[in-house]
C-alpha cells in the first residue's frame, strides 16, 4: 500500500511521474507520435534518477537492456493513454468546459503544449512536493503557459475541495476533470470518496475522465502480474499500487446520474491507429496492467 509520509521524485510516487516524463519524452520523439511533450525532457534531466529511463527510441540494431524494453515498449503505451486524455480535454473545450482539473496531474504538461480558448482555468492538482519540483524546473525552462494554470498542492486522499476552491474553482459552471494514472495508487475508501467529492462538485454538463486497473480485484491473490512489473521496470510498484477490492467507479458513476463510457486500452490504441505488440519480442502480452479508460458526463437538466 502506498506511503507518502516521506517524499522525493526519485522515490515513491515520484519515480511514477518521472517515468511517464520520460515516456512522453520518448513517444515525442517517434515518427508516428501521438502526443508532443517537448518539456518532458527538462523534468527527467533535472535530478539523478536510480533508474536509466530512456529518452529516446534506440538506433536500429543498438542493444537494449530489458528494462530499457519494459519502458520503451511503455512509451507506446503512454503514447496512446496521454492521446487519449489530450482528446479529452480537447473535446470539453469544443463543449463549451472552460474549467480544467488535472487531479494527480504529476509532471503532465498539457498546459503548455495544447492549443487553448482564451478563457480557460487549468488547475494543475497534486502533492504539494510534487508541485514544487514541477514549478523549479519549469521556471528554470521559462515555459509559459497557454492558458490560466493554477497549481494546488494537496493531497487527494483527503478534502482538497476548499484548496480547490480556494484557489478559484466555480462548481457552479462545468468542469472536466482528469484522473490520469491516479486511482490506482489509492485506497479503496479513498477513491470513493474522490467521486463523491468529485461528483459534489460538478455543475451538470460536467465530464470525468479516469483510468484503472481492470484486474485490481484479482492482484490481492494472485501479485504474479505485479511482481513481474516490478522486477522488469524496477520501480516497486508492488508497493506502489493499491490493490484492496473496491467498486468499479463506473458502476458509481452511473448510479450517480453519469453517462458512462468504457474502454480497454488496446481498443482505444486500434482507434489511434497503434498496435501495441511488444515490438523487441512481437508478443501481444502487454507488461503493464490490464488498463481500462473511463469517460463519463452528468447530464444537464
Ligand atoms: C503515475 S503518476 C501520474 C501523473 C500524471 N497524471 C501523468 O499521467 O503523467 C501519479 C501521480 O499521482 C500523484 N498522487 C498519488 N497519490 C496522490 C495523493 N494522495 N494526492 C495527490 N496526488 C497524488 C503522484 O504525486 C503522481 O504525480
Known amino acids: 500500500m502506498m506511503e507518502q509520509h516521506t517524499w522525493d521524485i526519485v522515490t515513491g510516487p515520484g519515480i511514477t511521474a518521472l517515468g511517464l516524463a520520460a515516456a512522453r519524452t520518448v513517444e515525442s520523439s517517434m515518427p508516428d507520435a501521438l502526443i508532443d511533450d517537448p518539456l518532458g ?14 529518452s529516446r527510441w534506440p538506433a536500429e540494431g543498438e542493444p537494449v537492456t530489458d ?9 507506446r503505451y503512454i503514447g496512446v493513454r496521454s492521446r487519449f486524455y489530450d482528446d479529452v480535454v480537447r473535446d470539453a473545450l469544443r463543449g463549451g468546459v472552460r ?14 503544449r495544447l492549443d487553448w480558448p482564451a478563457d480557460v482555468t487549468l488547475y494543475e492538482v497534486d502533492q504539494p512536493q510534487m508541485i ?4 523549479d524546473v519549469l521556471r528554470g525552462e521559462q515555459a509559459q503557459p497557454g492558458c490560466r494554470r493554477i497549481a494546488v498542492g494537496t493531497d487527494l486522499r483527503e478534502d482538497w475541495r476548499a484548496a480547490l476552491t480556494t484557489a478559484g474553482f466555480t462548481r457552479s459552471v462545468p468542469a472536466a476533470w482528469v484522473a490520469e494514472g491516479l486511482l490506482a495508487y489509492l485506497p479503496a475508501d479513498a477513491e470513493e470518496r474522490l467521486l463523491r467529492q468529485i461528483h459534489q462538485l460538478s455543475a451538470p454538463g460536467s465530464r470525468i475522465a479516469l483510468d484503472r486497473i481492470a484486474q485490481v480485484n484479482r492482484l490481492t491473490s494472485d501479485a504474479a502480474p505485479l511482481d513481474q512489473l516490478s522486477s522488469r521496470s524496477g520501480i516497486e510498484m508492488k508497493s506502489l499500487i ?25 481498443t482505444v ?20 496492467l490490464d488498463t481500462r479508460l473511463l469517460t463519463a458526463e452528468l447530464a444537464r437538466p
Do not use: C, M
Not at 523534468?43 to 529511463?53: D, K, M, N, Q, Y
Not at 463506473?250 to 486500452?265: M, S
Open 67 to 75: 528494462q530499457q524494453a519494459l519502458h520503451l515498449h511503455g512509451s
Open 132 to 135: 514544487d519540483f514541477k514549478e
Open 99 to 112: 474549467q480544467i482539473v488535472l487531479l494527480a496531474a504529476g509532471l503532465d504538461t498539457r498546459a503548455f
Open 269 to 288: 490504441a486500434h482507434r489511434y491507429g497503434r498496435d501495441l505488440t511488444d515490438p523487441f519480442t512481437r508478443q501481444s502480452t502487454s507488461p503493464w
Open 41 to 54: 525532457a527538462a523534468f527527467v534531466h533535472a535530478v539523478e534518477s536510480p533508474i536509466a529511463f530512456p
Open 242 to 266: 493499491n490493490t484492496e477490492a473496491r467498486q468499479q467507479p463506473a458502476e458509481w458513476l452511473r448510479l450517480n446520474g453519469w453517462t458512462v463510457r468504457e474502454e480497454d486500452v488496446t
